[in-house]
Antibody, heavy 118, light 107 residues
Framework: EVQLVESGGGFVQPGGSLRLSCVASGFTFNTYAMTWVRQARGKGLEWVSSVSGDGATTEDADSVKGRFTISRDNSKNTVYLQMNSLRAEDTALYYC???????????WGQGTLVTVSS | EVVMTQSPATLSVSPGERATLSCRASQSVSSNLAWYQQKPGQAPRLLIYGASTRATGIPARFSGSGSGTEFTLIISSLQSEDFAVYYCQQYNMWPLTFGGGTKVEIK
C-alpha cells in the first residue's frame, strides 16, 4: 500500500523558513518523480514543485522560484520542500504527491499546514 | 502558462442523474489531462489520466473524453459519495496547472 506522510508544517512569521518532509512507502521510491501541491483554505489546487526520480531535475512554479527548493533523499524515501522568505500568500495546506508515468499524481498524502503570519 | 478553465463552477444534480463537467485549456495539451475528486477535509483522489483512462479502482460511471483543448468528465449516474469538487490538471508542459474546480452539489 502506498503511503505518503508529510510533516514540518507550522506557524512562521513573514520572511521566515520551514522545511517540509514527506516520507514515502509502498513503492520503489527512486523510480518516480514527486510533487508538492498546495491549497489555500477554501481555494483550489496549486502546483508548487516537482523533482525527478533521481533528483537531478526539478521544476518550480514562478510563485515560489528562488524561494523554495525541492529535493529528495532516495536512501530515506523522503522528499523535502525547503521554504525560505515565506510570505502570507504561502499560507496553505501542502500536499506531497507521487507522480505517475506522466506528471499527474496517483497518490497523495494528507497534507501539512503552513501558516505565515505576523 | 496553460490556463485551465473549468465550467460550470457549481453543478446542482439529483442523485441518479448524469453530470457533465467541462475543462478547457488555453492551448493544446494533447491528451495529457487528469481529473481529480476532492471531498471536504480529504486529499484529492485521481480519477482519470490520459484524458480518458480510469485510475485503479475508479468506478465505470466516471468517464473522461477529449483532447487538445476541450475535455469532459461525465459521471453517468450520481451516487451520494460523488458529491465533491472536481479538478482538471494538465501535465503536458511546465508549469503544471490546475483548473479552478467544479463543485458538484446535491440538487
Amino acid at each position: 500500500e502506498v503511503q505518503l506522510v508529510e510533516s514540518g508544517g507550522g506557524f512562521v512569521q513573514p520572511g521566515g523558513s520551514l522545511r517540509l518532509s514527506c516520507v514515502a512507502s509502498g513503492f520503489t521510491f527512486n523510480t518516480y518523480a514527486m510533487t508538492w501541491v498546495r491549497q489555500a483554505r477554501g481555494k483550489g489546487l496549486e502546483w508548487v514543485s516537482s523533482v525527478s526520480g533521481d533528483g537531478a531535475t526539478t521544476e518550480d512554479a514562478d510563485s515560489v522560484k528562488g524561494r523554495f527548493t525541492i529535493s529528495r533523499d532516495n536512501s530515506k524515501n523522503t522528499v523535502y520542500l525547503q521554504m525560505n522568505s515565506l510570505r502570507a500568500e504561502d499560507t496553505a495546506l501542502y500536499y506531497c504527491a507521487k507522480a505517475a508515468d506522466g506528471y499527474y499524481n496517483d497518490y497523495w498524502g494528507q497534507g501539512t499546514l503552513v501558516t505565515v503570519s505576523s | 502558462e496553460v490556463v485551465m478553465t473549468q465550467s460550470p463552477a457549481t453543478l446542482s444534480v439529483s442523485p441518479g442523474e448524469r453530470a457533465t463537467l467541462s475543462c478547457r485549456a488555453s492551448q493544446s495539451v494533447s491528451s495529457n489531462l487528469a481529473w481529480y475528486q476532492q471531498k471536504p477535509g480529504q486529499a484529492p483522489r485521481l480519477l482519470i489520466y490520459g484524458a480518458s483512462t480510469r485510475a485503479t479502482g475508479i468506478p465505470a460511471r466516471f468517464s473522461g473524453s477529449g483532447s487538445g483543448t476541450e475535455f469532459t468528465l461525465i459521471i453517468s449516474s450520481l451516487q451520494s459519495e460523488d458529491f465533491a469538487v472536481y479538478y482538471c490538471q494538465q501535465y503536458n508542459m511546465w508549469p503544471l496547472t490546475f483548473g479552478g474546480g467544479t463543485k458538484v452539489e446535491i440538487k
